[in-house]
């Protein structure tokens, strides 16, 4: 393991590289924001992941997901990833939950000791309970908005809720806090960090899926893999910084 994780230590410090080895991280969706977080979380030594969603892997998934290959193609996203976080780092432990996270089911999945949480999935009334509960505890926790329709990587950046653009996922959370939960107005700090683009989401012949659920797709609006990976490597990195400066 020292060998294999030996640059963390180069770069972080021998003490922080450690507390980042010893971190229990949930990455909640594993499309193709989420999974490039957890690959990214693997490689970089934590300790123990909780991945959670309830989808299998199909062949429109491999523009972007990081597990979906042609030997995976339906396999729950959760198996194919778990299986590779094996060849990655075989010391983590996982934690695989098949389901979808909602209102009535967050307080029951959320797993004890959990030391960070990164919202990578596209369903609103979720992203509203992981927001409203990361609010109430002050937990460490990053929301990812939305890469569908989103062509340049570089453009990927994080912010406070409150100061996020462009982004259809991003602003519903925000107005939901606002009417449901009393988070605070326009021109104050929700405190609830996010990564986004302020890139205007690109149109194109396809309809926007917008499901019953408040679902907003990927697949609607088209996406690229430079882009959901490039949100899932901003959520993971800000994670890490976190889990290594702490006390």
């Known amino acids: 393991m020292d060998r294999r994780f030996g640059g963390l230590d180069r770069l ?13 991280v949930v990455v909640v969706g594993l499309g193709g924001v989420g999974s490039w977080a957890a690959e990214a979380l693997a490689r970089s030594a934590i300790a123990r992941l909780t991945l959670i969603d309830l989808d299998h892997v199909s062949e429109s998934n491999i523009n972007r997901q ?3 290959l042609d030997s995976t193609i339906g396999m ?42 990164i919202d990578a999935c596209d369903q609103v009334l979720a992203k509203t309970v992981m927001a409203q509960w990361a609010l109430d505890s002050r937990a460490l926790f990053v ?20 100061d996020c653009t462009h982004d259809p996922l991003l602003s519903q959370l925000r107005y939901r806090l606002r009417k449901f939960h009393a988070a605070p107005r326009e021109g104050k700090k929700i405190g609830i960090n996010c990564v986004f683009s302020p890139e205007p989401v690109q149109n194109s012949k396809a309809e926007r899926v917008e499901s019953s659920d ?27 910084n976190q889990l290594s400066s702490r006390d």
């Open 12 to 24: 972080y410090g021998a003490a922080s590289a450690s507390r980042m080895r010893e971190s229990h």
């Open 66 to 68: 990081i597990q979906a």
């Open 76 to 117: 729950s996203k959760i198996d194919a990833m778990v299986q590779r976080v094996a060849q990655i780092n075989p010391n983590c432990r996982i934690h695989a939950i098949d389901e979808f996270v909602s209102p009535e089911n967050w307080s029951s999945l959320l797993p004890a000791n959990t030391d960070a949480v």
């Open 143 to 162: 929301a990812v908005g939305a890469a569908g329709g989103k062509r340049t990587a570089h453009l990927a950046t994080m912010a406070d809720l409150s």
């Open 214 to 240: 408040n679902t907003l797709n990927c697949h609607g609006y088209g996406s690229t893999v430079a882009v959901t990976a490039s949100f899932g490597m901003c959520a993971a990195g800000w994670v890490m």
